[in-house]
């Protein structure tokens, strides 16, 4: 019997899931596994809003382990360590090990901690998100007794630019001495959200500015200390703690079994998201690069891949390549950027919008998105 592995529970395996949950193999002729680190997924679109209060965790997760029962598959609980592709073994932290006829991936970049000085021990990520948010709330906790008055995040792309807000509004609210904490949000680069049309970047800056949110231009972290970041120019930024969002890396393991990369190291796919090098090997999510044409990495692109990865590693079961279709990136991806308060920033290309409606707008569409995969 084959045995196609699912390993990671990003969102292109979400679909992937669904799709087999609701239009199961004829026969049930191969084994389905899912390998993930964690039994639920926090939906990345809800996360600032659990941060700041307005969710709790339970609603912006999806139950993995259920999906997986729904699909008729099998769930183990572990993280890919390295894979053997020549003998299309993959091999866990726990030590075990599963051979595969057929292999996705969907497990994302993870956070580049090793290039900056104190970073791993002393810095919190946001991934994965169930940790971070267990993090979050000793944090809130500190804050409340006055152990922490002053937080950095790292970072200034979207995650970086929600989180930061997100983590000021609810510790605003929380009233006392969690409301004299102090936020810092630092980047290496000359602006905030660099992909993002300049009337958006204006926006948004002017909502940290008027939530007292500093922001450190051209500050390349060099060190995290225990009470303050240290930049590549020498110049101190006091912190009692440090939330890292910025941009991740790709992770080792791709490259290390022999897998055709792009150069910074993620998985090389065709239109089919499958791997250049070796076919059994597809993927989708931000562990991927399509070559033909490459698009951020962001969740309204994994979203996306969902579908055609669902229908790619059907038609690969039953050994029909004619019938595997092509993904074509969208040119343009609408998205929503939280301010921590329920208030939002839609932007369309250069076009944007913002305001309360906009947030409940989102509020709709990332409610829809779980309510989806806990329905399959």
């Not at 979207?158 to 810092?184: D, H, I, N, P, T």
């Amino acid at each position: 019997m084959k045995r196609l592995l699912l390993v990671g529970g990003g969102h292109a395996h979400l679909e992937v899931l669904r799709q087999f949950a609701l239009h199961p193999m004829p026969d049930q002729s191969f084994e389905g596994v899912l390998v993930s680190s964690e039994a639920s997924t926090v939906y990345s679109g809800m996360l600032p809003g659990v941060i700041a209060g307005h969710y709790r965790t339970g609603e912006s997760q999806i139950d993995l382990a259920a999906l997986v029962g729904k699909a008729g598959w099998r769930f183990e609980p572990d993280t890919l360590q390295r894979l053997d592709a020549a003998s299309r073994m993959a091999i866990f932290a726990s030590g075990g090990r599963l051979e595969y006829d057929l292999v996705s991936f969907d497990t994302g970049s993870v956070a580049d901690l090793s290039a900056v000085q104190g970073a791993a021990d002393r810095s919190l990520p946001l991934r994965p998100m169930l940790a971070f948010l267990r993090r979050w709330t000793e944090l809130v906790t500190g804050a409340a007794a006055g152990k922490i008055g002053r937080i950095a995040v790292v970072g200034a792309g979207a995650a970086g630019v929600e989180v930061a807000l997100a983590m000021a509004y609810r510790l605003s609210a929380e009233g006392g001495k969690s409301a004299q904490c102090r936020f810092a949000l630092v980047t290496d680069t000359d602006t905030i959200l660099n992909t993002h049309a300049p009337r958006v970047r204006g926006t948004m800056e002017s909502i940290l500015a008027r939530r007292g949110i500093e922001l450190y231009r051209y500050s390349a972290v060099a060190e995290v200390g225990p009470d303050a970041l240290r930049t590549a120019a020498g110049r101190l930024i006091e912190a009692d703690c440090t939330v890292w969002a910025a941009a991740g890396t790709a992770p080792a393991w791709p490259k290390a079994a022999g897998l055709t990369t792009d150069g910074h190291g993620y998985i090389a796919v065709d239109r089919q998201l499958r791997s250049q090098s070796h076919p059994e090997v597809f993927g989708g999510g931000d562990i991927v690069t399509l070559i033909d044409d490459p698009h951020p990495k962001s969740g309204v692109f994994a979203v996306r891949h969902g579908p055609i990865l669902a229908a790619n590693l059907r038609s690969a079961l039953l050994e029909d390549t004619a019938a595997m279709r092509a993904y074509v990136p969208q040119q343009r991806a609408l998205s929503l950027i939280s301010a921590g308060n329920k208030y939002a920033v839609a932007s369309w290309d250069r076009w944007s919008v913002s305001g309360r409606w906009v947030w409940a707008w989102k509020d709709r569409i990332d409610r829809r998105f779980v309510a989806r995969y806990s329905a399959a």
